[in-house]
């Protein structure tokens, strides 16, 4: 998470980004810095924190091409995923549904064969699988076993 993206957010398309994504937590005018991305031509995400209600996306979610759950606090790897994102999924997954939007739902933290079915099954879209994955003894069969669950979009 970084302060004030909207001065990075021309630099990480130059990179070659093609979603961009936000924090919630970082933006003090989120409708501009989703409007900034998508004036690159990037799709545009916005990350919640755990404590962080998806109720506040509800004005907005038709903007937005991706929402990234934070399932463990930011900051370090191998963290114990938080269940109470299991109803944030599906709390979000019927603002989105109400809505009628493709946004993605996306879980970034904590994710494993132990909980990669349940958040899938709770209206996940996306997982990101680190620790899971990198911190295995065979990381090429760790995802081949995610993969098996039926993920369609896995980020190692």
């Keep these: 998470m970084i302060e004030r993206p909207e001065r990075y957010i021309e630099q990480y398309r130059a990179a ?8 919630f937590e970082a933006c003090t005018h989120l409708h501009r810095n989703i409007q900034q991305i998508k004036s690159t031509g990037a ?6 924190n755990p404590h962080t209600s998806v109720e506040l996306l509800k004005d907005i979610i038709e903007d937005l091409d991706l929402v990234i759950l934070m399932s463990v606090n930011p900051g370090f790897g191998g963290q114990k995923f938080i269940y109470q994102t299991l109803n944030k999924i599906t709390q979000l997954k019927e603002i989105i549904t ?8 996306e879980i970034d933290g904590g994710v494993g064969l132990q909980n990669a ?5 709770a209206g996940a879209d996306v997982l990101v699988a680190g620790n899971s994955v990198f911190g295995a003894a065979n990381p090429k069969l760790a995802v081949y076993s995610l993969k098996q669950i039926g993920i ?5």
Excluded: F, R
């Excluded at 079915?117 to 099954?121: D, G, R």
């Excluded at 369609?152 to 190692?156: K, P």
């Design 16 to 23: 070659g980004a093609d979603i961009i994504s936000v924090h």
């Design 43 to 48: 799709k545009a995400g916005v990350a919640l």
């Design 98 to 105: 109400t809505k009628n939007t493709a946004t993605l739902i």
């Design 117 to 121: 079915e349940s958040i899938l099954q």
């Design 152 to 156: 369609q979009g896995l980020y190692a």
